[in-house]
């Protein structure tokens, strides 16, 4: 499939295959991985979540899953999302916790990784971060 990618920071559109890297500096994910599972053609993405997922599978050293990035609207709604959530603005993730860890361990190293300015919500198999630009943590 070929996705009409959207840079939200700089408004850049590509158009990308599904197996093509979201961001060249950012070798583990690509445009599908980020996609919306509704099949949706469009993909939203700020840069700096991507390098977000980079730098978090870099610090773990395994490969990680995405199991949610940009969602469209009716798609985020349809899974129960939050009605601020920044899902579909391309701007959060939902990471299912890599096998030999348990969430809390990821839930450590994503903190040693990223910083501030991030919201992490920790749920029982999947750890939640987006780029909301203030520090803020739950537990769903």
């Not at 949706?40 to 773990?60: G, T, W, Y």
């Not at 469209?72 to 890599?98: M, R």
């Amino acid at each position: 499939m070929i996705y009409q990618v959207v840079n939200t920071e700089t408004g850049d559109v590509r158009f990308l295959n599904g197996t093509d890297l979201l961001l060249d500096d950012c070798p583990n994910f690509t445009v599908q991985e980020f996609a919306s599972k509704d099949g949706n053609e469009i993909v939203l993405f700020k840069p700096s979540i991507v390098r977000v997922a980079q730098s978090i599978r870099d610090k773990v050293g395994v490969p990680i899953k995405l199991n949610s990035a940009f969602r469209t609207y009716t798609h985020n709604k349809a899974v129960g999302g939050a009605d601020g959530s920044k899902h579909p603005l391309g701007e959060a993730l939902d990471f299912d916790t890599p096998e030999g860890m348990t969430t809390e361990q990821f839930l450590i190293e994503i903190l040693l990784t990223i910083g501030n300015n991030y919201g992490i919500g920790l749920y029982e198999s999947f750890v939640h971060v987006d780029d909301r630009g203030y520090s803020a943590f739950w537990r769903g």
